[in-house]
């Protein structure tokens, strides 16, 4: 197995869930990594240190041009495999199109007729995080090639603290809190593509965290405390 590409063409949020795979693919194997995806993911892909090639996808509202130029690269890639950790119709017809001897996708929509390899997977109920399906079907992928996984370990991605005291102190004036303190950032959003906290799950969550990480509670509540005062 010499080249292999994956698929994550979809949201930015997805894409970063697909860090452990990719890092999982590419320590158990050591192969060529190629990943597939939009414009708007692409320097977080190239910054990604398990992908060696970043290829772009026009997406569906690419010009005639684009699509061919697309299936084009993917039929000259020589790619052994492909996994698709995002599977719609567009997707499996473009790898099936461009004769990748193995297509690897989860088994939960009508597209999966065009893979000849398929992981039953239930993302929509949600019963695990988005990442933990998507190391579940490179781990069947290794496993039908008799590799055994080498599990993925945090964190995907490091910076110097060289590269990364002028941002923190930036972004602490910006929102008034203490760039000396440790921080705790909660996202509470979601595209849609699976389950979402209620309101009150995540007053819980941040009640938690303040109790657990006090030294973190004290930076938020000075960022309250600067907002009042500029209010």
């Known amino acids: 197995?010499?080249?292999?590409?994956?698929?994550r063409n979809d949201k930015i949020g997805d894409f970063m869930l697909a860090w452990p795979a990719f890092a999982m693919l590419k320590a158990s194997l050591g192969c060529e990594v190629v990943a597939l995806v939009p414009a708007y993911t692409r320097e977080l892909a190239e910054l990604c240190p398990s992908i060696d090639r970043v290829l772009l996808d026009p997406g569906k509202e690419g010009t005639p041009t684009a699509q061919r130029a697309l299936l084009d690269q993917l039929k000259s890639g020589r790619f052994d495999a492909v996994i698709c950790l995002f599977s719609n119709f567009r997707n499996a017809r473009l790898v099936w199109q461009a004769g990748i001897p193995q297509r690897w996708a989860p088994a939960t929509k009508l597209a999966q007729v065009l893979y000849n390899h398929r992981v039953t997977q239930r993302r929509s109920r949600s019963a695990k995080p988005e990442?933990?399906?998507?190391?579940?079907?490179?781990?069947?992928?290794?496993?039908?090639?008799?590799?055994?996984?080498?599990?993925?370990?945090?964190?995907?991605?490091?910076?110097?603290?060289?590269?990364?005291?002028?941002f923190r102190a930036e972004l602490a004036a910006a929102l008034g809190i203490a760039a000396e303190r440790p921080w705790l950032?909660?996202?509470?959003?979601?595209?849609?593509?699976a389950n979402n906290l209620s309101a009150?799950?995540?007053?819980?969550?941040?009640?938690?965290?303040?109790?657990?990480?006090?030294?973190?509670?004290?930076?938020?509540?000075?960022?309250?405390s600067a907002a009042s005062k500029r209010r």
């Open 1 to 7: 197995m010499k080249r292999v590409l994956v698929v």
């Open 131 to 166: 990442y933990e399906y998507n190391l579940d079907l490179v781990r069947a992928f290794l496993h039908h090639h008799g590799v055994t996984p080498v599990e993925p370990a945090p964190p995907y991605l490091r910076f110097e603290a060289a590269e990364l005291a002028p």
């Open 185 to 193: 950032l909660v996202h509470a959003g979601s595209g849609g593509s």
């Open 200 to 224: 009150g799950q995540y007053a819980q969550l941040m009640q938690a965290l303040c109790s657990q990480f006090p030294a973190a509670s004290s930076a938020r509540k000075g960022a309250s």
